[in-house]
């Protein structure tokens, strides 16, 4: 073997070495891990803070279930020939019927209800995004890092062609290949950087905290699969399906207390007169007031049945939807698993085969510099589409946890 064929086995030996660890930890800060990132997103994510203040003010709320009419206070001064001096003090004050009170505030505990479905829904959203960034980041340094590898070796590849042209060792399509070659992959690290940094971003963004992230060295693995769950416990789980529920559950208790404005309500009165001085008269009254003209109730309780109907319009559909898209995904985690597994059983081995088989067969002359580049591009083609289809594998599985509600 000529001499330059000893600089391409160096370069390659650091690549050779078998490794689990397919992410890379960056300088300067503290490596992140997934439970550390999920936390901080949690507390720091400003769509959480809004949940959450969301939360408060339908709680808040709770104290206008009762809310009486307002007390109205009189006086009166009367001076004439039949009465001296009369003064009327009055106090007087109106209430609705109680069913309307008891309504509104299961009414209002609904509404409180319905806006912790919605941080449910915000915090499922969250961890899903958290998840998804912080793997797709995990898969962007590990192809970072092979292509690094990559071009590094490329590198030398293309200045042992020139040597060898140099030297008269090699044709001059070998040297223009190899540049061609060392070109295409220094390209492809300069995308895999960006794609990174990109990565990087996004994950800044979900976890609400514009700082450089760093992961560990083993943050790229493979997500468990799901156990088998049925259609029943989707529909208990699914965050999105329960938020549907519930907003019908509020327009049927909304509804309830519009009924209830159609019962009369009551006012009471209280006055006390004195004449020219002297005191002691008093009386008091009370009323029942009925709402003889009831068209605008009437059509205030019509449009709540309407707005049932659109709840359960809402809700149907979107248990359609969401049905249809769980049966979507289980189909591309078993068509993204069965890919993972080729490579997991089959494909990083003939990786590594290939690999062994050609250092050996260049060491023994027995194929030529262009063949021994061309099994390695062929191992590292393997070895970047295993990454590929662990990512996809990954992402797949993190959209069905989504869906099931298993966050």
Same mark, same amino acid.
């Given at each position: 073997?000529?001499?330059?064929?000893?600089?391409?086995?160096?370069?390659?030996?650091?690549?050779?070495?078998?490794?689990?660890?397919?992410?890379?930890?960056?300088?300067?800060?503290?490596?992140?891990?997934?439970?550390?990132?999920?936390?901080?997103?949690?507390?720091?994510?400003?769509?959480?803070?809004?949940?959450?203040?969301?939360?408060?003010?339908?709680?808040?709320?709770?104290?206008?279930?009762?809310?009486?009419?307002?007390?109205?206070?009189?006086?009166?001064?009367?001076?004439?020939?039949?009465?001296?001096?009369?003064?009327?003090?009055?106090?007087?004050?109106?209430?609705?019927?109680?069913?309307?009170?008891?309504?509104?505030?299961?009414?209002?505990?609904?509404?409180?209800?319905?806006?912790?479905?919605?941080?449910?829904?915000?915090?499922?959203?969250?961890?899903?995004?958290?998840?998804?960034?912080?793997?797709?980041?995990?898969?962007?340094?590990?192809?970072?890092?092979?292509?690094?590898?990559?071009?590094?070796?490329?590198?030398? *590849?293309? #200045? $042992?062609?020139?040597? +060898?042209?140099?030297? =008269? @060792?090699? %044709?001059?399509?070998?040297?223009?290949?190899?540049? &061609?070659?060392?070109?295409?992959?220094?390209?492809?690290?300069?995308?895999?950087?960006?794609?990174?940094?990109?990565?990087?971003?996004?994950?800044?963004?979900?976890?609400?905290?514009?700082?450089?992230?760093?992961?560990?060295?083993?943050?790229?693995?493979?997500?468990?699969?799901?156990?088998?769950?049925?259609?029943?416990?989707?529909?208990?789980?699914?965050?999105?399906?329960?938020?549907?529920?519930?907003?019908?559950?509020?327009?049927?208790?909304?509804?309830?207390?519009?009924?209830?404005?159609?019962?009369?309500?009551?006012?009471?009165?209280?006055?006390?007169?004195?004449?020219?001085?002297?005191?002691?008269?008093?009386?008091?009254?009370?009323?029942?007031?009925?709402?003889? *003209?009831? #068209? $605008?109730?009437?059509? +205030?309780?019509?449009? =709540? @049945?309407? %707005?049932?109907?659109?709840?359960?319009?809402?809700? &149907?559909?979107?248990?359609?939807?969401?049905?249809?898209?769980?049966?979507?995904?289980?189909?591309?985690?078993?068509?993204?698993?069965?890919?993972?597994?080729?490579?997991?059983?089959?494909?990083?081995?003939?990786?590594?085969?290939?690999?062994?088989?050609?250092?050996?067969?260049?060491?023994?002359?027995?194929?030529?510099?262009?063949?021994?580049?061309?099994?390695?591009?062929?191992?590292?083609?393997?070895?970047?589409?295993?990454?590929?289809?662990?990512?996809?594998?990954?992402?797949?599985?993190?959209?069905?946890?989504?869906?099931?509600?298993?966050?």
């Amino acid at each position: 073997m000529q001499t330059t064929g000893l600089v391409l086995l160096l370069a390659l030996s650091s690549w050779l070495l078998p490794t689990r660890s397919y992410g890379q930890t960056q300088p300067g800060p503290t490596p992140l891990t997934l439970d550390a990132a999920l936390n901080q997103a949690l507390r720091s994510n400003p769509g959480i803070q809004s949940a959450n203040f969301s939360v408060q003010q339908q709680q808040a709320l709770l104290g206008t279930a009762v809310e009486p009419g307002r007390t109205s206070f009189s006086y009166s001064y009367d001076n004439n020939a039949v009465l001296l001096g009369n003064k009327t003090y009055g106090v007087a004050q109106s209430f609705e019927f109680p069913t309307v009170y008891t309504r509104q505030a299961k009414a209002l505990r609904q509404q409180v209800a319905l806006s912790e479905r919605t941080r449910a829904l915000t915090q499922a959203g969250l961890r899903r995004d958290v998840q998804a960034a912080y793997y797709q980041l995990a898969y962007g340094q590990a192809r970072l890092r092979l292509l690094t590898n990559q071009d590094s070796l490329y590198r030398d *590849f293309a #200045r $042992a062609a020139a040597v +060898r042209y140099r030297l =008269g @060792e090699a %044709a001059y399509l070998e040297q223009v290949s190899a540049a &061609a070659r060392a070109r295409e992959v220094e390209v492809a690290h300069r995308q895999a950087e960006a794609d990174r940094r990109i990565f990087d971003r996004e994950l800044q963004r979900v976890l609400g905290a514009p700082q450089a992230v760093a992961l560990p060295a083993d943050a790229l693995r493979k997500l468990p699969l799901p156990p088998a769950l049925t259609d029943t416990t989707l529909a208990r789980d699914n965050p999105t399906l329960a938020l549907f529920q519930q907003q019908l559950v509020v327009a049927q208790a909304q509804q309830r207390v519009l009924k209830a404005r159609n019962l009369p309500d009551f006012s009471a009165a209280y006055n006390q007169q004195t004449q020219a001085g002297e005191g002691g008269y008093y009386g008091y009254g009370v009323a029942i007031n009925v709402p003889l *003209f009831s #068209r $605008a109730q009437r059509s +205030r309780a019509q449009a =709540g @049945e309407l %707005a049932i109907r659109v709840a359960e319009a809402d809700l &149907a559909n979107t248990r359609n939807n969401v049905q249809t898209a769980f049966i979507q995904q289980v189909q591309a985690v078993s068509k993204a698993d069965e890919a993972l597994r080729y490579y997991e059983s089959a494909g990083l081995g003939q990786a590594r085969e290939i690999v062994r088989v050609a250092e050996k067969s260049y060491r023994a002359g027995e194929v030529g510099y262009v063949e021994y580049v061309a099994a390695l591009t062929q191992a590292y083609g393997i070895r970047g589409q295993y990454l590929d289809a662990l990512n996809g594998y990954n992402q797949s599985i993190i959209t069905l946890t989504y869906l099931l509600g298993r966050y």
